[in-house]
T-cell receptor, first 113, second 114 residues
Framework: GNSVTQMEGPVTLSEEAFLTINCTYT??????LFWYVQYPGEGLQLLLK?????DKGSNKGFEATYRKETTSFHLEKGSVQVSDSAVYFC????????????FGQGTRLTINP | DAGVIQSPRHEVTEMGQEVTLRCKPI?????LFWYRQTMMRGLELLIY????????DSGMPEDRFSAKMPNASFSTLKIQPSEPRDSAVYFC???FGHGDQPQHFGDGTRLSIL
């Protein structure tokens, strides 16, 4: 079945550091890929998405490129801020059939000033 | 626009009591999802509906859990009887269209069973 594997956290960085959170997936067909972010005490929010190979999703300075050849969708940001501290989830969905998402286990990110 | 609305935000009750969680999806969305989040197990999909019909309930832990969606604007998740191991944050999410559309999450219900 479909699955998503994220790099284990927690990840702690200093402000203005470069961020990479790795995400790889296993899927049949051509899934859409998503990154969600969860701030303390809140639900998950969509951060960015990509629906086909070589698409790049971007939002709030974060980027991720859909790499079919490596089955990856790594999240990157060039200069993180304290406000980026949150839990980040990688997810995939089957575009053709069911709308349910398969989530990775989440990566907790803490940014120190 | 109003997002997904869940109630209550917090619930504390004693073991054995019935618990009902409520969700109002975004107007116009045709799919609704119930999730449970714990430190140990992460985010788990419990059940989801499409056009008010349950499509996949394989994530429902046991018969103590039940979910209904009587119309397009309301869903409930019920636990009867509740147990301490049911303590978690329960999220409702909704979406529209096919799988390339994102899900929109509510802020969750934090449930504590004493």
């Amino acid at each position: 079945g479909n699955s998503v594997t994220q790099m284990e956290g927690p990840v702690t960085l200093s402000e203005e550091a470069f961020l990479t959170i790795n995400c790889t997936y296993t899927a049949t067909g051509y899934p859409s890929l998503f990154w969600y972010v969860q701030y303390p005490g809140e639900g998950l929010q969509l951060l960015l998405k990509a629906t086909k190979a070589d698409d790049k999703g971007s939002n709030k300075g974060f980027e991720a490129t859909y790499r079919k050849e490596t089955t990856s969708f790594h999240l990157e940001k060039g200069s993180v801020q304290v406000s980026d501290s949150a839990v980040y989830f990688c997810a995939l969905s089957d575009r053709v059939g069911a709308q349910k998402l398969v989530f990775g286990q989440g990566t907790r990110l803490t940014i120190n000033p | 626009d109003a997002g997904v609305i869940q109630s209550p935000r917090h619930e504390v009750t004693e073991m054995g009591q019935e618990v009902t969680l409520r969700c109002k999806p975004i107007s116009g969305h045709n799919s609704l999802f119930w999730y449970r989040q714990t430190m140990m197990r992460g985010l788990e999909l419990l059940i989801y509906f499409n056009n008010n019909v349950p499509i996949d309930d394989s994530g429902m832990p046991e018969d103590r859990f039940s979910a209904k969606m009587p119309n397009a604007s309301f869903s409930t998740l019920k636990i009867q009887p509740s147990e301490p191991r049911d303590s978690a944050v329960y999220f409702c999410a909704s979406s529209f269209g096919h799988g390339d559309q994102p899900q929109h999450f509510g802020d969750g219900t934090r449930l504590s069973i004493l």
